[in-house]
């Protein structure tokens, strides 16, 4: 698989580490920066990775700053991009079983690398349960909903 990761600054160290231990599991990784610690704005990062994923350069992406939340607001601006803040395994390879999160946000200040190695791991091998009518009728309400709001937004619906 290919994955998209980007992190500002504050995320960059364990950017770094995130980066190798994807390309570990054997996947694709387009590092879209920071390259440094040098201050960043963390909304910049969300456009790159949420460009990879409209263009189909990339199938999930990875995000990481401080906390997560700036990022993760960023993201979800972005039609298309379902990105979760998640620092628990069960929440990263859910978010992809039932809502087809295609990006995982992860906190370099709440969460150190081991943690963020087994939620990496949880995230890249979930897919989304599509045989599960109520979760593909929950996704397709998202999709509407970002289709009413995001008129310019494309998309497919599943089961349809």
Excluded: W
């Amino acid at each position: 698989m290919i994955i998209a990761i980007a992190a500002d600054h504050a995320g960059f160290p364990l950017k770094e580490e995130v980066r190798e231990y994807v390309k570990k599991l054997g996947h694709e990784v387009h590092d879209l920066g920071a390259f440094n610690t040098e201050s960043s704005d963390y909304s910049d990062f969300a456009v790159l990775v949420g460009k990879e994923l409209m263009s189909g350069k990339a199938e999930r992406g990875i995000l990481i700053c401080g906390s997560g939340v700036g990022v993760c607001i960023a993201a979800n601006k972005m039609p298309g991009v379902r990105a979760s803040m998640c620092h628990d395994t069960y929440s990263s390879h859910q978010g992809v079983e039932h809502d087809e999160m295609n990006v995982l946000v992860l906190g370099a200040r709440i969460i150190g690398p081991a943690l963020a190695f087994e939620c990496v791991e949880a995230y890249l091998k979930a897919q989304f349960i599509a045989s599960e009518p109520r979760f593909v009728r929950r996704l397709n309400k998202v999709k509407a909903i970002e289709a009413q709001y995001m008129p310019d937004a494309r998309g497919t619906t599943y089961g349809s």
